[in-house]
């Protein structure tokens, strides 16, 4: 109570008084150490093409992604997330698990140049297989458990290649512990999971198609992927992966499923990442291209976000560009 008997107005506003104040009592900050960057990597040498639905985002042969790579650290970045995209693709997905397969061919070439790199590999069968989809096609049904060997074997091409963490990313039952199972077998332990937990079947990888060559010849991704409307299915989804062996569990798309990131994170022990996927960059990027908004200070605001909700790490194609803006902050 004041002096005159009324009750003192809260000054919540002497708390951002200043920049000094404001970092002070800043709850959530974003370091270089939370982020991952995708990269597309092809067959061949000399090779950087663009990709036109995903402006400053390249496709690169291995000599030059280790190029990139080697700018990408410059900036501060330690962790890459490879995306393979083959030159043939065939109904065995056989170029997904081949010893001189492209991404064990660039995990080689990274790990040789730059040992202490973390590489991360989606492990995938949908860029690699004729009719595109994330598993093996008996009979025109996407058939979850002919997927698994095929999943395991092309996790241990990668993990034999130096990976330090595979990604599967199918959303086929079972494949974290098959993924486990084959790596512990053949003496990879200490080869860890990222399991896309709860991946939702969204609009919102329409530019990543176009990226890696993958969008399905016919249905769509409904019969594995999650439903857009489902929250304490991707807490069951990420469970049991957490049960079958993963380390670490995804959240993917990141935006629109930010109550799924805070549940996860309220709900279970393990680290929590985010995929800030392709649509969501590519309509920052087509905005900024526009001047309808500042690309930089939507992107550090969108990424902080992402961390106040609750991940742990973000998976963001904008990753190489705000390492660059952080440095300013
Ligand atoms: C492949 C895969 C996809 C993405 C990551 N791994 C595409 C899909 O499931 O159709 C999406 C990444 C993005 O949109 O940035 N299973
Ligand atoms: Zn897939």
């Known amino acids: 109570m004041t002096k005159t008997g009324r009750h003192a107005t809260p000054r919540y506003r002497r708390l951002r008084a200043t920049p000094a104040i404001r970092d002070l009592v800043r709850e959530t900050t974003l370091t270089p150490h939370d982020l991952i960057q995708p990269f597309f990597v092809v067959e061949g040498t000399n090779k950087k093409e663009a990709i036109a639905s995903l402006p400053g985002i390249c496709r690169y042969s291995p000599d030059q992604l280790v190029r990139t790579i080697a700018d990408y650290q410059k900036r501060g970045g330690r962790a890459g997330l490879l995306f393979g995209v083959p030159r043939a693709k065939d109904n065995r997905a056989s170029r997904a698990y081949a010893a001189n397969a492209i991404v064990p061919v660039a995990i080689r070439r990274i790990k040789k140049e ?87 079947a969204s609009a919102y990888y329409g530019p990543f198609r176009e990226a890696a060559g993958s969008p399905p010849q016919f249905g769509d991704r409904a019969t594995y992927q999650m439903d857009p409307a489902n929250q304490r299915e991707a807490l069951k989804e990420a469970e049991q992966d957490v049960a079958e062996g993963a380390d670490i569990v995804m959240v993917k798309p990141a935006l629109a499923y930010l109550d799924v990131v805070a549940l996860l994170r309220r709900e279970l022990t393990v680290p929590v990442a985010a995929y800030n996927v392709s649509g969501e960059y590519s309509m920052v990027k087509a905005a900024a291209a526009k001047n309808w908004l500042k690309e930089r200070d939507v992107v550090l605001e969108t990424l902080t976000a992402i961390k106040r909700a609750g991940a742990d790490i973000i998976i963001s194609y904008h990753a190489q560009d705000a390492l660059n803006w952080m440095k300013g902050m």
């Open 114 to 200: 730059f040992p202490k790199f973390l590489v991360l590999t989606d492990v995938c069968l949908c860029a690699y297989l004729t009719h595109g989809h994330c598993g093996v096609v008996q009979g025109g049904v996407i058939d979850n458990d002919k997927s698994l060997p095929l999943l395991a074997k092309m996790a241990l091409a990668h993990a034999a290649a130096g990976a330090d963490f595979v990604a599967p990313s199918d959303m086929m039952d079972g494949r974290v512990q098959a993924i486990r199972e084959a790596l512990d077998k053949n003496d990879f332990s200490n080869v860890g999971i990222l399991s896309y937990a709860a991946k939702y």
